[in-house]
């Protein structure tokens, strides 16, 4: 998708893959306004509904409109699916992943994750610093326990010395 105003492409495409879930993507709406990265020209977000029908966001694609987020309609099931789907439409030169029941608190998320990329072209895969909200349910405890996406603060880099060194045989 074109800027209409700046006529330029989007840095990244932020693609969401979701089941019809109103209130956590409402929320994580919000939260990308709070942020200001919600509505910037430089940032493409694709909402991707993976149910058989899209009842379920009608709502929200009236409430946030104005804020140029496309909602896509993949009905075949499984979030593979549905990221492929918006993986094709994506005009972003990246392209960042999330869940649909996260909260951004960090305004130059995606612009450091841009910075690493272009600091290194070989680079595959980057994740950013993933921390639960609250551990009361028995996974969220269980999550928090083995550090879930999250290394902490400082960089970890693994690249073909880490997978190496490791009883499996993978390439990074």
């Known amino acids: 998708m074109i800027n209409l105003v700046s006529g330029t492409k989007p ?3 932020l693609v969401v893959a979701t089941i019809n879930k109103g209130n956590s993507l409402d929320n994580f709406f919000t939260s990308l306004k709070t942020a200001k990265i919600l509505g910037k020209s430089k940032y493409e977000l ?3 509904v993976n149910t058989p029908t899209v009842s379920g966001v009608s709502k929200l694609k009236k409430k946030w ?3 140029g987020i496309r909602f ?9 699916f549905a990221i492929n789907t918006g993986i094709k439409q994506s ?3 990246y392209i960042a992943f999330t869940d649909d029941d996260v ?4 305004p130059m998320w995606l612009e450091k994750m ?21 551990d009361k349910a028995y996974a969220q405890k269980v999550w928090k326990k083995n ?20 009883k499996f045989n993978l390439s990074p």
């Not at 896509?72 to 979030?79: C, T």
């Not at 841009?114 to 609250?134: A, C, D, M, Q, T």
């Open 11 to 13: 840095v990244v495409s």
């Open 46 to 48: 694709i909402v991707v």
């Open 65 to 67: 409109r104005d804020y």
């Open 72 to 80: 896509l309609h993949e009905p075949k099931r499984g979030k593979p």
């Open 91 to 93: 005009k972003g030169k």
């Open 103 to 106: 909260s951004v608190f960090d």
């Open 114 to 134: 841009v910075r690493e990329f272009k600091k290194n072209p070989k680079l595959g895969y980057l994740s950013g610093n993933v921390i639960s909200l609250e």
């Open 147 to 166: 550090g879930g996406l999250s290394k902490g603060k400082s960089k970890v880099i693994w690249g073909s010395k880490f997978f190496n060194q490791r």
